[in-house]
């Protein structure tokens, strides 16, 4: 079984548009985070959620804005899709914050 | 939380041994290194990590000096598998840890 798993894996769609990637973790984990990688290669934390409440913030668009239904969900919905949107998203978990982070496959987005 | 520095690549020939520096200096008591590694394309997989004693896992071995402000990440026996972006990271624990994750040392293993 996958620890941490993503969905979609690919999602390419036009400027504008308002797209989710889902994220689920077996693990029972209390934290969970979301990466953005850019082209560059550098992952930069997004947020990061522990026991559904959002504790990082990280100076990200309010077009962004994460979900957490439960412990063991963190989902990422974007509005008004922008180029600069592009990029590899990745979900972790850690059983608590400052813990060791497992991470998800990736979801690779793509904005035409 | 400690910056980290890396070499941005290094080499190495199958079968021998990968040595992967990291400096981090500003290191304070409380706070862990850790090793990650990204293979291209995939998320990043946690490797190692350690306070202040050596490390050794089925992956790899950690060497932390005495003062803390440098480690050596150690794969006795490379392959090419272990091609890969690897990252070293200074941790702290609890709420207000911010994960930063560096340009981290690009790690070839040629045949």
């Known amino acids: 079984d996958t620890a941490v798993s993503q969905t979609p894996k690919y999602l390419v769609t036009q400027m504008g548009n308002d797209k989710s990637i889902k994220c689920e973790q077996n693990?029972?984990?209390?934290?969970m985070y979301w990466y953005k990688q850019d082209s560059k290669k550098f992952l930069k934390i997004m947020f990061s959620?522990?026991?559904?409440?959002?504790?990082i913030n990280e100076t990200v668009p309010n077009r962004f804005s994460p979900k957490s239904p439960d412990k063991a969900h963190l989902n990422l919905h974007i509005n008004s899709l922008e180029l600069g949107d592009s990029a590899v998203y990745f979900c972790?978990?850690?059983?608590?914050?400052?813990?060791?982070?497992?991470f998800g496959p990736g979801t690779r987005l793509t904005v035409l | 939380d400690a910056k980290t520095t890396q070499p941005p690549s290094m080499d190495c020939a199958e079968g021998r041994a990968a040595n992967l520096p990291c400096n981090h200096s500003?290191?304070?008591?409380?706070?862990?290194v850790y090793w990650y590694r990204q293979i291209h394309s995939q998320g990043p997989q946690y490797i190692i990590h350690?306070?202040?004693n050596n490390e050794t896992n089925e992956m790899a071995s950690l060497i932390i000096t005495e003062d803390r402000k440098s480690s050596t990440l150690i794969l006795p026996h490379a392959t090419l598998r272990d091609t890969a972006v690897y990252y070293c990271?200074?941790?702290?624990?609890?709420?207000?840890?911010?994960?930063?994750f560096g340009r981290g040392t690009s790690l070839i293993v040629h045949p």
């Open positions: 972790a978990s850690s059983q608590d914050p400052g813990d060791t982070q497992y």
């Open positions: 693990l029972g984990h209390d934290t």
């Open positions: 959620y522990n026991n559904k409440e959002l504790i």
């Open positions: 500003t290191i304070s008591g409380n706070e862990y």
């Open positions: 350690g306070l202040k």
């Open positions: 990271i200074v941790r702290g624990t609890g709420g207000s840890y911010i994960p930063t």
